[in-house]
């Protein structure tokens, strides 16, 4: 398979050689506007090349009108392409918002009463009678979606007839003035370097196109920046499975390591996917307190949304918002973000291997999704008793509220205590933040953490991984609270490493420590 995606990915970066008949031919196509009717001509049809199977759709609105395109989309068949061009025609209509009937001549053979089919194949969610998924799903609910609060019809016409050119891409041709565009499959495989624009309007989103944090145009250069590249993939079968996978490529390895992983979140999507990359991307950026980052994707989708501020033209907010918040909170944690929007290139090292990384990942066993970190039993996370006895070790004790001892922490020194002054009454974390904060500006790189908390243990060693994986967000994707300290925690604790001692029972030794500690004032 990626023998096959290959030359796909050559075929697209050679420019396109478009190559007129012989004699000028025209066929009356309907396409002229009304006063109350809105009327344009669409055709798709697909044929073999070395690369595999393309397939091609024509829209045209009428002479010299700017909306007028043509796109190739590699590997899906005829039928796929008509309804693409169905699409790209409503979307056109009604985003120019003028209130015309519009009328869609086709070459896809649809039946009397079209949309009332599609309201139909809504209801069962376009499945067939028989409970499969219906072929072109996708597409039929794109379209679907599109229109049912349109005033639109759908009537068949073919585009070939007695032997004649296709009249539909022949006025195109003819005339000129056309957009030519590259769309991706929605078959076996869809990888992020096949623009899957379809979905969503790109208008207006170039290739080097980059924003900064709050989605406007950078008046300063990124040149010296450091760079990390950002891809997605995604495939299904016909018996519905689905899976995607991402990567991250760094330019230079001093600022970040390359990552692969298949994507956990049901359903997987490629959009789903592209996102996570840009998440993993930011995370490494801000756990290594980079002060400056260009994420670069091959989304325009996430261009666009990024910059609408992730609201569409009707101000509902864009799909997966879950996943912006968590971008977002990244872009704000102290680390100068831009994002640049850039095509594959065949001979870029970044681009081949975030390739060849998401290949790898797509059969993965899903590891994003576990959760067992949960389900640890707090005699997982302890050292065994006494083992530590013997060591050079620095040890430090927390103790929690509520119980007979004063809260606060204790340094051990050569068997001797002595108090580190808090003046406050506080959590149990802020106590661990504390203690870190200090093991870390003592040069530590092990610390016994002796404590009488039990749910101190877990926050640190089973949710903390979790936390951080899901974006400092809760399975609600809400923020964490004091989200601030855990961070902080969890980035002292990537240099400390902590071995966990419980008092359960507290012995003697943990007595005469808690003696020295006072009543702190509790904070307001």
Not at 142 to 161: C, G, I, Q
Not at 227 to 243: C, L, Q
Request: glycine share 4%; with cysteine.
């Amino acid at each position: 398979m990626r023998a096959a995606v290959r030359p796909l990915l050559q075929f697209r970066r050679r420019p396109q050689l478009i190559i007129l008949t012989e004699y000028s031919y025209s066929q009356s196509t309907a396409s002229q506007s009304t006063h109350d009717v809105r009327e344009v001509c669409t055709t798709g049809y697909s044929f073999k090349t070395a690369a595999g199977r393309v397939s091609k759709y024509g829209v045209y609105w009428g002479r010299d009108n700017p909306n007028n395109s043509i796109c190739e989309i590699p590997g899906i068949t005829h039928v796929a392409a008509m309804l693409m061009a169905m699409i790209d025609a409503v979307r056109v209509a009604k985003k120019d918002d003028s209130g015309q009937k519009l009328v869609v001549y086709t070459d896809f053979n649809c039946p009397p009463g079209f949309r009332n089919k599609l309201k139909t194949y809504a209801a069962r969610d376009f499945h067939s009678f028989s409970g499969w998924k219906m072929k072109n799903a996708v597409l039929l609910k794109e379209l679907y979606e599109l229109t049912k609060d349109m005033n639109v019809s759908f009537r068949h016409r073919p585009a070939v007839m007695d032997r004649k050119p296709n009249y539909v891409m022949a006025n195109i041709l003819e005339d000129g003035t056309f957009r030519s565009k590259s769309q991706s499959s929605e078959g076996l495989i869809s990888c992020s370097f096949f623009p899957k624009t379809f979905s969503v309007s790109c208008t207006g989103v170039n290739i080097g196109d980059e924003i900064d944090a709050d989605g406007r145009t950078p008046s300063t250069s990124s040149e010296d920046w450091p760079n990390v590249y950002t891809m997605a993939m995604f495939k299904s079968t016909r018996n519905g499975f689905t899976a995607a996978s991402f990567a991250t490529v760094w330019s230079d390895k001093r600022y970040g390591c390359d990552t692969m992983q298949r994507l956990a979140m049901v359903p997987a999507t490629l959009f789903r996917a592209q996102l996570a990359a840009i998440e993993e991307a930011l995370k490494q950026a801000v756990d290594n307190c980079l002060p400056r980052i260009v994420v670069v994707t091959d989304s325009q989708v996430f261009i666009l949304s990024w910059r609408n501020g992730w609201l569409k033209a009707n101000g509902s907010p864009v799909s997966n918002k879950f996943l912006y918040d968590r971008i977002r909170d990244l872009v704000h944690a102290g680390t100068e973000v831009r994002f640049r929007y850039q095509t594959p290139e065949k001979d870029s090292v970044e681009w081949s291997s975030a390739i060849d990384k998401c290949f790898e990942s797509i059969d993965l066993p899903i590891v994003g999704k576990d959760r067992s970190e949960y389900n640890r039993d707090i005699s997982e996370l302890l050292v065994e008793k006494n083992s530590l006895d013997d060591s050079c070790m620095q040890k430090v004790r927390i103790f929690k509220n509520g119980t007979n001892f004063h809260s606060g922490f204790v340094w051990e020194s050569n068997g001797k205590f002595h108090e580190n002054v808090v003046r406050v009454e506080k959590r149990v974390y802020h106590y661990l933040l504390d203690v870190l904060e200090k093991a870390s500006s003592l040069g530590l790189h092990d610390l016994v953490i002796r404590t009488d908390s039990v749910r101190l243990v877990l926050s640190a060693e089973n949710w903390l991984p979790i936390w951080h994986r899901n974006g400092w967000r809760n399975s609600l994707h809400k923020p964490i609270a004091d989200s601030d300290i855990w961070k902080r925690i969890w980035s002292l604790k990537r240099t400390v490493k902590v071995y966990w001692e419980l008092m359960d029972p507290p012995d003697d030794s943990d007595r005469e420590a808690a003696k020295h500690l006072s009543p702190k004032e509790k904070t307001p």
